[in-house]
Each structure stands twice: as structure tokens, then as C-alpha cells.
């Protein structure tokens, strides 16, 4: 294997720890700046989309035939299908690699294949992957720039966007505002970017959840983060309620028991009736209904869920206009 951005051949190889330009890890790594740049590039990226059929043509121009690959390791229904619209939507052409149907079955590694689709052109990388660090390891080695569609436990910062505009299309200001996220934290990588990006803006972020699924651990995730037992206490001053899926596939070794978890945590319309009038349900999805939420309160009218989806393609469109250099 090369050393990372080396040169594939000759001369003394020099190892550099840089990512490429444009990509996007974590939400870690951007300043509340560059958030803000983001959301109002997602705003304008949203009302061309809407304005009419020339404005949509138009928009075609921003990325015209530059090439972006999809890699996904791991399944994914919102964020593959977004990302592909919103690169069509520029203008840009696409091919998905999924691990199953590739030479990844064959035994090619995580980097190999990452110098494959750069060698055949890909200008830039969106990948997904069962690993956390994933998406770093391959921007390590990479020239292109990497975008990080959601790696192992770590982080979502494409999802954590989509979730933070559409709390700007319901709220005022992210400053503030009382956010709860409720339900598996300890797996998600979701809540992770969400509790980045949230301190980042001045948000007041609480965590719910059962000891099993919110360790004592989770309050170090960011300055100011409240951890909370009890969902109906917690709900009263929420402005955002966001329910997060129970990872089963990830509760081997853990004691939780799933009757006490759904009396406990899952929300319920009894439970809405506890919450502000003005509260928005968020959910990233997928979601269980009848597990962490019932499907009245998934389909009611403080549900912004199918929102939220729609909300991936635009800005998904700026993370990617970043990626490539062609932000107005
Ligand atoms: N929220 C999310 O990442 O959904 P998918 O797994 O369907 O992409």
C-alpha cells in the first residue's frame, strides 16, 4: 500500500496527514462559520430548486459532468438516494459502488478501492462504512475530498445539516433553542454530529434515555450537555423532540429490556400531549414505528420527518458544490 499522498511511483515518499480540500469528516472539524455558510447555501440551493424549470436547468451548470462516486459499505435508503438527486441536480454524473456487488467481495481493501475509483476518475468520494474513522482513513490517503455519509458509531455530519436546517424552517434561531434527543445515543452516530453541530450554534442540547443506551460517559460529548432519565419530565420545555431508532442489531451484551424501554421512551400521543404546542418531532431515520414512536405521532401534525428527508437533497447539493469549488 502507498503511504498516504504519496506519489504512485519514484522519488522519496513523504507522508502527509492532510485531508483533501473540500471534504467533510465531522462535523468536528467545522466552525460555527462555516455551519452557518452551509445552512444558507442549503437555503439558496432550496429556493432554486423551487423557483421554476429555467432556475432547476440552471443549476444543472454548477457541477456539469464532474464525477462523483457513492461508496457505500453499509445500507442506506435517505442518504444514498439524496445524495445522488443532489449531484444530479447539479449537473454532476454518478456511479454507486455497493460492497456487495464489487471486487470488495473479493477481498480489495478499504484504501484499494478508494485508489480504484480515484484512478477512474471520481473527483470526489461519498462513503459510508460499518468502521468508525473510516471516512478519514480513506481522505488520509486520497487526493480527492471525501465526504463522510455516516462511519460506524462516530458521526453523520451530512444528516446533522439536514437536521439543523430543518430546525431553521420550524425555529427562529439554532441559539437557544432546547433540543431533546431521545433513545439510543450510545450507538448513534446520528446524535453524535447532532450534539456537535448543536453546541457549536448555542443550542440547548439534552439526551434521554435509558443508562444502558446513555452512559454517564455521553455528558463529555460537548460543554453543556444535560443527560436525562425520566422522557416525560424532560419533555415539558423541548422545542425539538428528536427520536432516535433502538440499534437492535447492536443490543448483544447490553440488559435492556424492550417492554420496559417502549413504557419508558417511546413516544406516544399521551406523551405529545405533555409537550409545547409549538414542539417539532424529528426523526433521522429509519424508523421503527411501534418501537420508539408510535405511528400517530410519526404521521401528527408536529412531525417534521418527511421534512427532514426532503431536506437531504438540498444540503446535500451544498456539501457538495464545497467539495467541488463551486459555491457562488
Ligand atoms: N438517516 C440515515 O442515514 O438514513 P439511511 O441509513 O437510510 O441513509
Redesign the pocket.
Known sequence: MRSPKSKPRGGKQKLAVSIPPGSLLAIEQLSPEEIASLLKETASMQSRLEKSPASRRQLTNTLARRRVALLFYE??????VSFEFAAKNLGAVTTVVHAAASSIEKGESLVDTGYTIEATGAEVIVMRHPSSGAAQLMAHYLKVPVINA?DGMHE?PT?ALLDAYTMLRHKKALRGLRVLIVGDIFHSR?ARSNVQLLSKMGAHVSLCGPNELLPELAATLAPGIELQRNFDASLKTADVIMMLRVQKERLSGLNLNIEDYIRDYQLTNERMRKSKPDAIVMH???MIRGMEITAEVADGPQSVIVEQVANGVPVRMAVLARALGARK
Do not use: D, E, K
Open positions: 445500507a442506506s435508503t435517505r442518504t444514498r455516516g453523520h444528516q446520528v433521522p431515520g429509519p
